[in-house]
């Protein structure tokens, strides 16, 4: 509440000083002579007229071809190096993409092959009978 209150007493001092420079500058304006505001506004539209002459003239001799080339040519090489750089980005996240389907893939068909148990299985025989070999042979040489 006491929030509206302080905005509503703002606006009302904005409004009122609004006012008071109003009232001040009316008389100001009145006395003005009427050919000196003649003459601002003439050489506002003078100084438009010249502007607008000199568009014409850059456009009817192509100079604008010279800036327009030159931006375009700097934003098509903004855009190939922003293009490449998505290039090489999408690249690599295919490349991570497809090495790790590929582990994944190589890593269940390993699993799911009944052989790759068997053979880890004769594996770890074949170290045991290695071992027991190796354990008898170093008795009998003691």
């Given at each position: 509440m006491t929030v509206i209150i302080v905005f509503s007493l703002l606006f009302i001092a904005s409004a009122?000083?609004?006012?008071?420079?109003?009232?001040?500058?009316i008389p100001l304006v009145l006395e003005t002579p009427r050919e000196v505001v003649n003459d601002y506004f003439d050489q506002?539209?003078?100084?438009?007229?010249?502007?607008?002459?000199?568009?014409?003239?850059?456009?009817?001799?192509g100079a604008y071809?010279?800036?327009l080339l030159a931006f375009s040519a700097r934003a098509l090489r903004w855009l190939r190096v922003v293009l490449l750089k998505l290039d090489q980005y999408s690249f690599?996240?295919?490349?991570?993409v497809k090495e790790k389907s590929e582990e994944r893939k190589l890593?269940?068909?390993?699993?799911?092959?009944?052989?790759y148990w068997e053979e880890l299985k004769?594996?770890?025989r074949e170290e045991e009978k290695q071992e027991g070999t190796q354990a008898a042979d170093t008795e009998r040489k003691v």
């Open positions: 009122a000083g609004i006012g008071v420079i109003i009232t001040r500058k506002g539209s003078s100084r438009m007229h010249v502007r607008v002459l000199r568009i014409r003239s850059w456009i009817k001799q071809w010279d800036p690599s996240l295919l490349q991570n890593l269940q068909t390993r699993e799911a092959d009944p052989k004769s594996v770890k």
